[in-house]
């Protein structure tokens, strides 16, 4: 009896200058399904803004990156990644909606971790709404809440005024791999 491999395998590819506006749009379209489930609708235009994403993008030290399972493109990650400190983050992770639930965000993590392998610390920021990426962060990933964002303490990244799903409210987390 043959039997069939159904594990994905999941891998990297370095996103093109030609395929940004796409990975742009899938990115908006997944981040808005949370947005919608907590919120009703995404009010105030896509989530993240244009301009957050291209500032992602161009952020010294940012690699995009495509998310592959099995070969076919089923989301994305900007990494900034300093040679020096080795104090590297996360900027944005996604699974394209209707990807959810098949263990491509753990391996797609572990991939980064893997391509990265001089990390000191890793670094990521999600709402406060969105419960499954603090499970993801915390409980799958060993990433801990190390800052907790609200009106008594904003995030000095945040310029003033920025109108957020959730308002201001953000944690902070880290994983250290070295001392």
């Known amino acids: ?11 990297l590819e370095v996103a093109k200058k030609d395929e940004l506006s796409k990975f742009k749009r ?3 379209e ?16 896509p989530i993240p803004s244009d301009e957050d994403i291209d500032a992602s993008f161009n952020t010294p030290g940012a690699v995009i990156y495509h998310i592959l399972s099995n070969g076919k493109k089923v989301g994305g990650a900007v990494v900034v990644i300093d040679e020096i400190t080795q104090y590297n983050s996360l900027h944005l992770l996604f699974i ?10 753990y ?5 980064i971790e893997e391509k990265y392998p001089e990390t000191k610390i890793w670094e990521t920021h999600t709402p406060y709404f969105e419960k499954r990426n603090i499970h993801f962060y915390v409980n799958k990933c060993g990433f801990k809440i190390v800052e907790y964002f609200n009106k008594n303490h ?12 959730g308002g201001e409210d953000f944690f902070r987390f880290e994983k250290i791999m070295k001392k």
């Open 1 to 11: 009896m043959t039997q069939i491999n159904t594990e994905n395998i999941v891998t």
């Open 26 to 28: 899938d990115l908006q």
């Open 30 to 45: 997944s981040f808005a399904v949370a947005v919608i489930e907590t919120f009703g609708s995404v009010s105030n235009g």
């Open 96 to 105: 394209s909606k209707g990807e959810h639930s098949h263990g491509i965000g």
């Open 107 to 111: 391996k797609a993590w572990k991939a």
């Open 154 to 165: 904003p995030d000095p990244h945040i310029p003033e005024g920025e109108d957020l799903p």
